[in-house]
């Protein structure tokens, strides 16, 4: 895996990990600006750019959020390649459902990262928020670009919604769901010690049987209301049964043997212009063939190809899918 140091790609670079125990760390994301009225950057349509990856489940949160909120006319998006190796993440334009670097036209991601700062040191990852205005990156960290796009461009949105209410702890719930889950499955795949891995795969499947009964008895995570939350557990779930199962060794069971998960799944699959934010082949092209320390022959499984499209009984649990969202 590659990594920026002063300005300048490094591959060869191990992952992140605490030297006694074999744990996966997660490197913090580094530029954390904020979109506010009263800022340097300010709202506006046409000035911010989303750069993506389909495959990445962070990367992912922000497609949807743009799309419930109906933000696609206001925020471009570029979408590099799902496999990533040697040079970090690639445009392509030639493959399906890639783009090319339509803002900055640079061939890598990394570039992007360079043109905001020329010394950057740190990992280069999507999602990456880009402000045409300053020509630099405003923020790449998901879960604060969610809440900026939630919050700051109620002006421009076409859809009157909240995911994130003052009234329901939709930070807290996104920070519960954060380590045993978002980050648990990525702490087994990645684990470097057989305690690592055990501590991560008890940790996962705890949550999710947790998660599983509170679904049991509300409609989405916070209550009978649909937040950010229920987002950023689906952009893991999506992803379980056909990679993280098997990918990342989290196979004591899969999403579709828990009822209410997979529910939730369903549902959240159906609401509008989600499953347009969804592309399996990326999802699985990046992991099994970027991997290559994980699956050194780089073979990509057929199965199991979980339908999305199956009717969800989450009706009968009560709530409802906000009203902007019902056709």
Request: hydrophobic share 35%; with cysteine.
């Amino acid at each position: 895996m590659g990594v920026m140091i002063d300005g300048e790609w490094q591959v060869d670079i191990d992952q992140p990990t605490d030297d006694d125990s074999g744990a996966f760390e997660r490197a913090e994301s580094r530029f954390r600006d904020v979109i506010t009225g009263d800022g340097p950057f300010e709202p506006a349509a046409d000035r911010y750019h989303l750069y993506i990856s389909r495959a990445c489940p962070w990367a992912h949160r922000t497609m949807i959020v743009r799309a419930l909120l109906g933000l696609e006319d206001a925020i471009s998006v570029d979408i590099v390649d799902p496999v990533r190796i040697d040079d970090g993440w690639e445009f392509s334009p030639d493959e399906h459902d890639c783009t090319p670097d339509t803002v900055n036209e640079t061939d890598f991601l990394r570039e992007v990262y360079r043109l905001a700062d020329p010394a950057y040191t740190g990992r280069v990852t999507v999602p990456v928020l880009w402000d045409r205005e300053r020509e630099t990156i405003v923020n790449n960290e998901s879960s604060e670009i969610i809440a900026m796009l939630d919050r700051a461009f109620d002006d421009v949105a076409t859809r009157d919604l909240t995911l994130f209410p003052d009234d329901l702890p939709v930070h807290e719930t996104i920070e519960e769901i954060y380590e045993p889950i978002n980050n648990g499955v990525y702490r087994a795949g990645f684990a470097m010690t057989q305690e690592a891995y055990d501590d991560a795969v008890t940790g996962l499947f705890s949550a999710l049987e947790e998660w599983n009964e509170t679904l049991a008895r509300q409609r989405y995570l916070c209550g009978d209301r649909l937040t950010a939350a229920d987002i950023c557990l689906f952009t893991t779930l999506y992803r379980f049964d056909e990679i993280y199962h098997t990918h990342f060794k989290c196979n004591r069971a899969r999403i579709t043997d828990y009822e209410h998960l997979w529910g939730h799944t369903r549902e959240l699959y159906q609401l509008p212009g989600v499953a347009d934010t969804c592309n399996m082949d990326h999802c699985k092209r990046h992991y099994y063939r970027s991997h290559t320390d994980l699956n050194p022959r780089q073979l990509v499984p057929i199965g199991p190809g979980p339908d999305f499209q199956l009717p969800h009984d989450r009706d009968r649990i009560g709530g409802s899918p906000p009203a902007a969202l019902v056709a």
